[in-house]
């Protein structure tokens, strides 16, 4: 299912960029695709491991030609956590959230290259517990908070047709939403905090 919602959000970002006119000199919109590394913190869930995923959504820039400049985003993003239980525990968490985000953008004075930092803020589509070696899903209602809020910052370089981004994600709030994994190792809820943390890298269009 993934792949579909993959293609989806692809196929309906290119549409809405191609549709536009020719872009302002003082404005940039465009899209971007990332491979993301992320992983759930706190002390609720246990083992965390790196989880491989993927980022894509539409951008926008206000004041481009400014050192000074804003930098928003809507994306759709799959992240979560492995995990590293044996056989018989919980192997992987697979999220799918809706991102946005405002900010701040810093270009340095001369150069193609630029800084973002600011608020985003999420909300929990679709959410997967995977047990053991077999990778099946158990069950997709684990009592994440539908809604997430945190930081982001972004490292941005400039090219001449496709732009590099690097970044990192980091929730303020606690997902933890009544989680507690019936019969399954480890033993969970004890109402300990589950964040977001993810780090991107990817291209501009």
Do not use: C
Not at 39 to 63: C, D, M, S, W
Not at 164 to 185: E, H, Y
Request: glycine share 10%; no cysteine; net charge positive.
């Amino acid at each position: 299912m993934r792949y579909y919602l993959i293609l989806i959000i692809n196929l309906s970002l290119y549409s809405a960029v191609s549709a536009q006119d020719a872009v302002s000199d003082n404005h940039k919109l465009g899209i971007k695709t990332s491979i993301n590394i992320s992983t759930l913190v706190g002390y609720e869930l246990q083992n965390p491991r790196p989880k491989f995923g993927y980022t894509a959504g539409a951008y926008h820039i206000y004041n481009q030609q400014k050192a000074w400049s804003l930098y928003s985003e809507l994306a759709a993003s799959f992240r979560g956590s492995k995990f590293s239980n044996g056989d018989t525990g919980y192997s992987e968490i697979s999220l799918f959230y809706l991102d946005v985000a405002v900010m701040p953008r810093y270009t340095f004075k001369g150069s193609n290259h630029s800084i973002s930092s600011g608020p985003y803020a999420s909300y929990l589509a679709l959410s997967s517990l995977y047990l053991g070696a077999t990778q099946k899903p158990k069950t997709s209602d684990l009592n994440f908070s539908p809604y997430d809020a945190g930081l982001a910052t972004f490292y941005h370089l400039k090219g001449t047709a496709v732009g590099l981004q690097v970044g990192a994600k980091l929730s303020l709030t606690n997902a933890n939403d009544g989680v507690n994994f019936i019969g399954v190792f480890p033993t969970t809820g004890t109402g300990g905090i589950i964040r977001n943390l993810s780090f991107e890298i990817g291209l501009l269009f």
